[in-house]
């Protein structure tokens, strides 16, 4: 299994960035896929995830600035992001759940995670 995050970089204060991430070699059905950020010195935090039947939830620092979305069809899911600010600086992991039915016939969930994609707004 293989998520690959992309779309950081570097951008000024009030600018945009869209953050992509495609999965690959997931047998099972995605469930919810979501962002996490990281900005040093700080524990990772939820930004925004979307569910399988597509509710979504966003941290309170990025409402109304932020929406993720997702093409079930490309297995990828995205993160648009306006009004950034220097706050938002981080890398941002992208994460997805997973249910697969083992031999055994059990619904085994698993969560896997991107690497991560750097973010930075200046000021």
């Known amino acids: 299994v293989q998520l690959q995050a992309s779309g950081g970089g570097l951008v000024q204060a009030g600018g945009s960035l869209r953050l992509s991430c495609a999965a690959s070699g997931i047998t099972g059905r995605i469930n919810g896929m979501g962002w996490h950020r990281q900005a040093p010195g700080k524990q990772r935090e939820l930004v925004a995830r979307i569910s399988g039947g597509s509710s979504t939830n966003y941290a309170d620092s990025v409402k109304g600035r932020f929406t993720i979305s997702r093409d079930n069809a490309e297995n990828t899911w995205y993160l648009q992001m306006h009004s950034l600010k220097p706050e938002d600086t981080a890398v941002y992991y992208c994460?997805?759940?997973?249910?697969?039915?083992?031999?055994?016939?059990?619904?085994?969930?698993?969560?896997?995670w991107g690497k991560g994609t750097q973010v930075t707004v200046s000021s």
């Open positions: 994460e997805a759940d997973t249910t697969t039915i083992t031999p055994s016939g059990e619904f085994e969930v698993q969560r896997f």
